[in-house]
């Protein structure tokens, strides 16, 4: 049974904080396509009590809105289900789903969740991440390797979107997971950015779309 919330926090291989350099930020006339390389899908920043939601690019050091990019999973994504039944929620063993995974490979897409917020600003140095919404052909999960996979999901559509889809995120925190799509196809995924400043003020919530193409 996966709890109610997960908490990210940053630790060994899978986290590192943020360079302190500021990121430019692109818009585009038309959306800029990223299949390979190092991305943050949400970047999260915090100036005059607002969050400000990115993508960040991080071998390119720009950040796009959302609504600027899509991001590509390419075939080389295809990754087959294992016998084990605790990757039991992608799908029966021996099915192929399409997977971002958690360990860079050049020839793909490293997605990853980062914040660069200052210590001290937010209660707890956390905000909360919560997935809204999958729309597409299949499902998403969110997840990291591990003892047991289904332990150690993040955010899974595949079970219904519920209060299991909200991770608490480190304030200054930079985290790598496994995306798995169960079909290939168009993706509309949206993440809502949450979180209460240390004198008790709620930062007003911010809702994001991002779009994933998954080829076959």
Do not use: K
């Not at 038309?30 to 607002?50: C, F, M, N, Q, R």
């Not at 996979?149 to 519920?162: K, L, Q, T, V």
């Amino acid at each position: 049974m996966r709890n109610a919330r997960r908490s990210l926090t940053v630790a060994g291989g899978i986290a590192a904080a943020l360079s302190c350099a500021s990121l430019a930020t692109a818009s585009a006339a038309a959306p800029v396509v990223i299949s390979t390389g190092h991305v943050d899908v949400v970047g999260v920043e915090l100036a005059d009590g607002a969050f400000h939601v990115h993508v960040h690019d991080e071998d390119s050091g720009v950040a796009y809105e959302p609504a600027d990019v899509v991001l590509q999973a390419l075939p080389g994504a295809a990754y087959t289900v294992p016998s084990d039944p605790c990757y039991g929620f992608l799908g029966a063993a021996g099915d192929t789903v399409h997977r971002l995974p958690q360990t860079q490979n050049p020839d793909l897409l490293w997605a990853g969740l980062s914040a660069h917020i200052d210590a001290g600003v937010l209660a707890g140095d956390t905000f909360t991440l919560s997935l809204e919404s999958v729309t597409g052909p299949g499902d998403l999960s969110v997840y990291q390797d591990g003892l047991c996979a289904a332990d150690s999901r993040f955010f899974d559509s595949g079970d219904g979107i519920d209060a299991a889809d909200s991770t608490e995120l480190n304030a200054h925190s930079h985290v790598h997971a496994n995306w798995a799509f169960t079909e290939p196809g168009d993706y509309t995924v949206a993440f809502t950015v949450s979180g209460t400043l240390v004198d008790g003020t709620a930062v007003p919530p911010v809702t994001e779309e991002y779009t994933f193409s998954v080829a076959e």
